[in-house]
Structure formats: C-alpha cells, structure tokens
Nanobody, 124 residues
Framework: QVQLVESGGGLVQAGGSLRLSCAAS????????VGWFRQAPGKEREFVAT????????YYRDSVKGRFTISRDNAFNTVYLQMNSLKPEDTAVYYC?????????????????WGQGTQVTVSS
C-alpha cells in the first residue's frame, strides 16, 4: 500500500501563495488518483481538488477555481497543490488522499489512503 506525507503548509497573509506537496512512498503514485481535502475547526472535511493518475484530468471545488492548481510529477512520486491568492477562508488542515481509480473523486469515502495533514493559516 502507499503512504502519503504532506508538507508545505504554514502561515501566510491574505493574497499570498503556498505550494503543498504530497509525497508518496511504498508504491509508485502513478497507480493512484489523488485528491486534496481540507478541514477547518468545527467543520466537515471538504473536497478541494483532484487529479487522475496521468495528470490529464483535474477537477476543483468552485471556490478555488482559478486560484489553486493541482499537478503531479510521477517521476518524483509527488502531487502538488499550488495555492495562490489565498483568503482567510482557506485556513484549514489540508490532507492528500489516494486510491486506485481511473478518475479522481470528490468524496472522502472514495479514498483509501490518507496523509496526516498540513496546517494552512491565512491571516487577514
């Protein structure tokens, strides 16, 4: 099975940028579709973005379209989430998740493997 580790979170001012990384080990990440999710205190985990195994298909939640970009480098066994024009409402713990499916998915239950999360805090 694959293990996932997120990194790249931190504190940034509104309008700033961060790039999150999801590094895989144990198996090559090219076998998996990957999703990014986030969870703010007191709220349910919500879908952010997903990418299929080849990187040819991506999908985003409406509130991040045009600001976030999901990408992958299977040679480095890593998936990225570039976040630009960050807003205070983007503050959350961000998780990457993976599963063997042709396309990505938007529901947490569609993913079997999860990382431990990385905190993103956007100050106003």
């Amino acid at each position: 099975q694959v293990q996932l580790v997120e990194s790249g979170g931190g504190l940034v001012q509104a309008g700033g940028s961060l790039r999150l990384s999801c590094a895989a080990s144990g198996r090559t990440i090219s076998w998996y579709a990957v999703g990014w999710f986030r969870q703010a205190p007191g709220k349910e985990r919500e879908f952010v973005a997903t990418i299929n195994w080849s990187g040819g298909l991506t999908y985003y939640r409406d509130s991040v379209k045009g600001r976030f970009t999901i990408s992958r480098d299977n040679a480095f066994n890593t998936v990225y989430l570039q976040m630009n024009s960050l807003k205070p409402e983007d503050t959350a713990v961000y998780y990457c998740a993976a599963d063997t499916m042709n396309r990505g998915a938007t529901r947490p239950n569609d993913y079997s493997y999860w990382g431990q999360g990385t905190q993103v805090t956007v100050s106003s």
